[in-house]
């Protein structure tokens, strides 16, 4: 069982950066995928970006790609997502998520445990 607690988001500016934490509890963190997703009001639930177990493959959204990056931290148990040139179109709950497949994933579906969501708000 993991545990996934998120923090950093907030209200910001547009163009302004935010950095997302993801703190994972038990000793197994370092075997799982991880992957941020987001969800705007009245909107489904959408992938943003995913890494690997040990960091060295991640893969992003377009709708993010070149402004997002997602990393991790095993010995800290956290995997991160630093955001930049923020857009009011980024304004959702964003959640992440363990898959017990060591591999990165786009899909909802392959992840087995989520967190409760940060709020991020980007003003115009």
């Known amino acids: 069982q993991v545990q996934l607690v998120e923090s950093g988001g907030g209200l910001v500016q547009a163009g302004g950066s935010l950095r997302l934490s993801c703190a994972a509890s038990?000793?197994?963190?370092?075997?799982?995928?991880m992957g941020w997703f987001r969800q705007a009001p009245g909107k489904e639930r959408e992938f943003v970006t995913t890494i690997n177990w040990s960091g060295a493959s991640t893969y992003v959204a377009d709708s993010v790609k070149g402004r997002f990056t997602i990393s991790r931290d095993n010995a800290e148990n956290t995997v991160y997502l630093q955001m930049n040139s923020l857009k009011p179109e980024d304004t959702a709950v964003y959640y992440c998520?363990?898959?017990?497949?060591?591999?990165?994933?786009?899909?909802?579906?392959?992840?087995?445990?989520w967190g409760q969501g940060t709020q991020v708000t980007v003003s115009s």
């Open positions: 998520a363990a898959s017990r497949s060591s591999n990165w994933s786009p899909y909802i579906y392959e992840y087995d445990y």
């Open positions: 038990g000793r197994t963190f370092s075997r799982y995928g």
